[in-house]
């Protein structure tokens, strides 16, 4: 069959075409800063996707349109390394990273200074990228280190891998041959959602992102591939014909990154000690939970590529490098028994009673299982071998069961129809999933409610911990919340552990929370739904107690920030006798509020962002400042937020504020506007 002739001008604008979608999938994917609008990129790639159907015999492997997914694979195929993917040897305290920088300068002589790069290690999994005369040819997975899988049409449906390199007018030249070695991974949030919805489809969840990503990137049909959400960042090099004037590994990955590859750039860092490499490893080790993908350590090199060269490797990994791995967030343990807890709202929570076990520095005995669906969704039984979970301060959860090491002696696990408490009858509302204690007499509810209403957020008052709440309950002491701040020094000398001085601190800690502000206040009455910053808005738009506790629904649901779900319930608050007997009776106690008077100034009525470490103060202490001068801090970036403030090693959100055109201003800028308020 004759080839039919295809005008010039066709063949020019596909090129233009690819080109134009190449260049703006770097800045979105590589840079995080888009040129264009979506609408805009949709129009180009669909009116490229309609030129090829029009003309497929000028589709191109590499044609941005290719990353759909090829056809399923029978089974993968063998790669073997140019260069070995070696692993990396770990060290797990400050110690062990200074007997790595004093080996490592014995090895060369004797040097006495050397510099490093340190960078998070993500918890994803390692591939290599290989590219001939700047074009995708293969890409595959570690496997053994000297040979991998041939995973190339998964990996080409990445959107952040590169199917054709750029080169930069004047750059230096991309190599005719160049391996780039990265880590495929699998945002947080992207995990949650990919775990619902094969949880809809009745198939096992992942136990965690790195599994998800692995699972991704090996499928054999590679349209499943496409429609996980995967992302990479490149670390390194296997082969490459030509470095030029490269002379270090920081430059190295600046120059990935201007050849279209997509580094880590925000948390890249070039150390000049020992001492800063361990401080730049702790520092990452306590933002881990604010990013918003896995890491499971810091990856420290010697930064200079001759050194590296001369240093060499041993038999499965590099002299030039090593691991600093965390505490694991992650941990296998067993289900001894499941109890169930009475919160502040009557919500009844079965917990698990675990055999202990150390996660991230921490003995965890104890790990919620949130309610009962939760519980037949993941089919958890007692005495069940679990996987568990604990990531910062938030509470232990068990992710998974380990079924292959059931016995058949495991038992299911029911919710009581009664309260374990106080023996109520417990309900369920239509629609939800909790399970409550009707009874607000409760002692469980009010042991919750108080611990809420004296916590720092909230009224603040020291000394009044767990076991001395627990303690007035039990004694009959406080039934209410308002009790609190009618104990008498005699009340509290009649209890285990107190003597005149300790009791009367308390009760001058008591006395001193009686100056506060209303969003304090509304925050410690612990309305459902509820948090502090919701609390602050209610406070700056109501001004008052009494316009608060009188509104109605519409002018709730009028108010930027407040969504139905919590306009309801604050109305259903205050609607209720008890709760404004509570407050009537805390107000005869002599609580008051500071009537904070926001100067002028180009804070107040804003709502700021932080991310990034700030360098003049705590991030705390920033919040502090703005609330002071009438403006409010959100822990999400959205629409509704005004400024970002940007400190050192920001994080996503620096990134999510450039895609909604959200103002983003850096530390100085932001004092200035500090001062300006004064």
């Not at 993968?76 to 060290?91: E, G, N």
């Not at 918890?123 to 995708?136: C, H, I, K, T």
């Not at 038992?411 to 009581?416: D, L």
């Amino acid at each position: 069959m004759a080839k039919r002739k295809i005008d010039e001008k066709i063949v020019k604008e596909i090129e233009e075409l690819r080109e134009k979608i190449r260049y703006h999938n770097y800045r979105y994917y590589i840079l995080n800063e888009p040129e264009i609008s979506d609408a805009e990129y949709d129009r180009l790639f669909r009116r490229l996707v309609e030129l090829e159907q029009k003309y497929p015999e000028l589709i191109t492997p590499d044609s941005p349109t290719q990353r759909v997914g090829a056809e399923p694979q029978k089974e993968f195929r063998q790669v073997r390394h140019r260069q070995p993917m070696l692993s990396l040897d770990d060290c797990f305290s400050e110690e062990e990273l200074r007997e790595f920088d004093a080996r490592t300068k014995r090895f060369l002589g004797g040097i006495d200074k050397l510099e490093y790069t340190v960078e998070p290690k993500i918890d994803g999994l390692a591939v290599e990228l290989v590219y001939e005369r700047g074009r995708l040819t293969v890409a595959s997975t570690r496997g053994d280190g000297y040979v991998g899988e041939d995973v190339t049409p998964n990996i080409k449906t990445i959107m952040s891998v590169p199917l054709v390199l750029r080169q930069k007018k004047g750059g230096l030249p991309v190599p005719d041959l160049l391996e780039v070695r990265g880590e495929v991974y699998m945002e947080k949030e992207a995990f949650k959602r990919l775990n619902k919805e094969r949880e809809k489809q009745g198939l096992p969840p992942f136990a965690n992102p790195r599994n998800a990503a692995a699972g991704s990137v090996r499928q054999l049909d590679p349209k499943v591939t496409a429609k996980r959400p995967l992302d990479i960042f490149c670390y390194g090099v296997g082969e490459v014909s030509d470095l030029g004037p490269i002379k270090t590994q920081y430059e190295l990955l600046l120059q990935l990154q201007e050849w279209g590859f997509r580094i880590n750039r925000p948390y890249i860092r070039v150390c000049d000690s020992i001492d800063k490499v361990i401080e730049y490893c702790k520092y990452l080790e306590e933002i881990r939970d604010t990013l918003p993908y896995e890491i499971d350590g810091a990856v420290v090199k010697v930064n200079d590529l001759e050194l590296q060269k001369k240093l060499g490797a041993k038999a499965r990994s590099p002299r030039w490098a090593v691991a600093y791995k965390f505490a694991p967030v992650q941990a296998t343990t067993k289900i001894l028994d499941i109890e169930v807890q009475v919160g502040r709202t009557g919500v009844l929570t079965p917990v698990a009673i675990l055999e202990p076990v150390e996660i991230g520095g921490v003995i965890v005995k104890r790990a919620t299982l949130h309610n009962q669906d939760e519980i037949e969704r993941k089919d958890i039984r007692i005495g069940d071998t679990v996987l568990v979970q604990r990531a910062g301060d938030v509470i232990p959860e068990v992710v998974m069961p380990i079924k292959s090491k059931r016995t058949g002696k495991e038992r299911k696990f029911q919710m009581p129809d009664k309260c374990p408490v106080c023996g109520a009858k417990v309900v369920k509302k239509e629609g939800e999933v909790a399970v409550r204690c009707p009874n607000k007499n409760c002692p469980a509810q009010i042991r919750a409610l108080l611990r809420h209403f004296v916590s720092k957020g909230a009224m603040d008052i020291e000394g009044l911990g767990e076991k001395i709440i627990d303690l007035l309950v039990e004694k009959g002491l406080v039934k209410e919340i308002p009790d609190i701040y009618y104990l008498k020094l005699e009340d509290l000398l009649r209890l285990p552990g107190f003597q005149l001085r300790s009791a009367k601190n308390l009760l001058d800690a008591i006395e001193r929370s009686k100056k506060t502000t209303l969003a304090r206040f509304i925050y410690a009455l612990g309305i459902r739904y509820v948090g502090e910053q919701t609390a602050q808005i209610l406070a700056d738009h109501f001004k008052s107690l009494d316009r608060l506790m009188n509104a109605t629904l519409q002018e709730l649901l009028s108010i930027k920030g407040i969504g139905e779900k919590t306009a309801r319930s604050i109305k259903a608050f205050f609607e209720d006798e008890r709760n404004i007997r509570n407050i009537e009776r805390l107000l005869e106690a002599g609580i008051t509020f500071e009537e904070v008077k926001p100067k002028e100034s180009p804070i107040a009525g804003k709502t700021f962002v932080f991310t990034g470490a700030l360098k003049s103060m705590t991030r705390d202490k920033a919040k502090q400042l703005v609330l002071e001068r009438g403006g409010r801090v959100a822990s999400q970036v959205s629409r509704n937020v005004d400024y970002v403030v940007v400190g050192e090693s920001p994080g996503s959100k620096l990134a999510k504020a450039k895609q909604l055109g959200i103002k983003t201003i850096n530390e100085e800028e932001f004092l200035k506007m500090l001062e300006g308020s004064e």
